[in-house]
């Protein structure tokens, strides 16, 4: 059985949200966003009652 950081390594953005179980007007905190891999997806995910909050270091993210 995979760990959440072994799916997270090999799944793409919406395929690893859909495998944890993020649903519609969930909020989302997403740290080391980059370039939105994850972050786009979970908004769609969430819908528009949902919330995705993001942060990373580098200021060019």
Known sequence: MESDSEKWLAYGG?????????KEKQNILDF??????????????VGGEGRVYVADKDGNA
């Open 32 to 45: 080391g966003c980059g370039d939105g891999a994850y972050a786009i997806p979970a908004a769609k995910a």
């Open 14 to 22: 919406e395929e690893f949200l859909r495998e944890i179980g993020i």
